[in-house]
């Protein structure tokens, strides 16, 4: 049984291994496919971060509850965008600039500022404090902005 076990452990392991060494291409069987994901992910993201910044703004009653919810939602979508936007998803449905994939050093960083304002943001929404989050709202929009600024058609 213990052999049996320590097998199924090793197979499970190596698995995990090849599952996660694959190129993102492979994580998507088609380019739509990693478009469609960005998009969804994009949308899940600004949809909670929105909840969040309309209570900042006092567009929607301040809920501390609702605002921790959605900013943990929203920094667990902030990571997963960017290995979709693989080569050849620059054309279809989508308002990606085709500069992404020249100045994609300058959307990392951009990315990566964004990925920390939203971690600051989920710890202001986890103390419940309505000005810490008021701040935070305001800092990580302006990291949402400056990539719609430059890499977002209209
Ligand atoms: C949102 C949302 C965005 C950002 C951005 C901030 O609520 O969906 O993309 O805020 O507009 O400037």
């Not at 301040?62 to 960017?82: G, R």
């Not at 994939?101 to 404090?129: C, I, P, R, S, Y």
């Amino acid at each position: 049984m213990r052999q049996v076990l320590r097998t199924t452990m090793t197979l499970a392991a190596a698995v995990l291994a090849v599952a996660t060494a694959l190129p993102a291409a492979a994580q998507f069987a088609k380019p739509e496919d990693a478009i469609k994901y960005r998009k969804a992910v994009f949308t899940v993201m600004g949809t909670h971060f929105g909840r969040v910044a309309a209570m900042a703004n006092g567009r929607a009653p301040f809920d501390a509850k609702v605002a921790a919810d959605s900013a943990e939602i929203a920094t667990a979508m902030s990571t997963l965008p960017y290995v979709a936007f693989l080569p050849g998803t620059d054309k279809g449905e989508t308002r990606a600039k085709p500069e992404i994939w020249t100045d994609f050093d300058k959307v990392k960083l951009l990315a990566e500022k964004m990925q920390a304002e939203m971690v600051k943001l989920n710890a202001a929404a986890k103390t419940g404090n309505i000005d810490s989050i008021k701040a935070a709202v305001g800092e990580t929009g302006k990291a949402c902005k400056a990539c719609h600024d430059d890499y977002r058609k209209e």
